[in-house]
């Protein structure tokens, strides 16, 4: 039986790249990690035998068609800088909001009724 490769999602953060080998039931597991590549390879539950080898920092022709991007965790780099401080921003007006002092708000308005109607029942 011919090898196969496993479908595998990626997603970058500013240090670090993800990848997962999406396989269930796998056995016979091995990950090699090396400077400049990533070899993958496990059978399924099947026994089909899956292989992936990716190479880091390479020029690539055509995108693998196992190799699909994780949409879940993606996150557009671009611009980040101010949607982050428009958000930080918008948190320390909400904070100065919370924390302005004000005085305790007058209880002139509560109705002395009850107590008086329950003073005169007994």
């Known amino acids: 039986m011919a090898r196969q ?5 990626w997603y970058d953060r500013p240090k670090y790249v993800f990848m997962e080998f999406c396989v269930e039931d ?8 090396e ?5 993958f390879s496990c059978k399924n539950a099947d026994g089909v035998e899956l292989y992936n080898e990716i190479e880091f920092y390479a020029k690539v ?10 949409f879940d965790n993606w996150r557009d780099w671009e611009g980040d800088e101010e949607v982050e401080l428009a958000q930080v921003e918008h948190y320390a007006e ?3 909001k919370v ?3 004000r005085p305790p708000p007058g209880m002139d308005d509560l109705d002395d009724d009850s ?8």
Do not use: E, F
């Open 94 to 96: 909400l904070l100065k």
């Open 99 to 101: 924390s302005i002092k």
């Open 5 to 9: 490769h496993a479908r595998t999602l």
């Open 26 to 33: 796998s056995t016979d597991v091995h990950v090699l990690i």
């Open 35 to 39: 400077d400049h590549r990533i070899v």
């Open 61 to 70: 022709n055509s995108k693998p068609v196992w190799l699909s991007v994780d």
């Open 115 to 122: 107590d008086s109607a329950d003073a005169t029942s007994n």
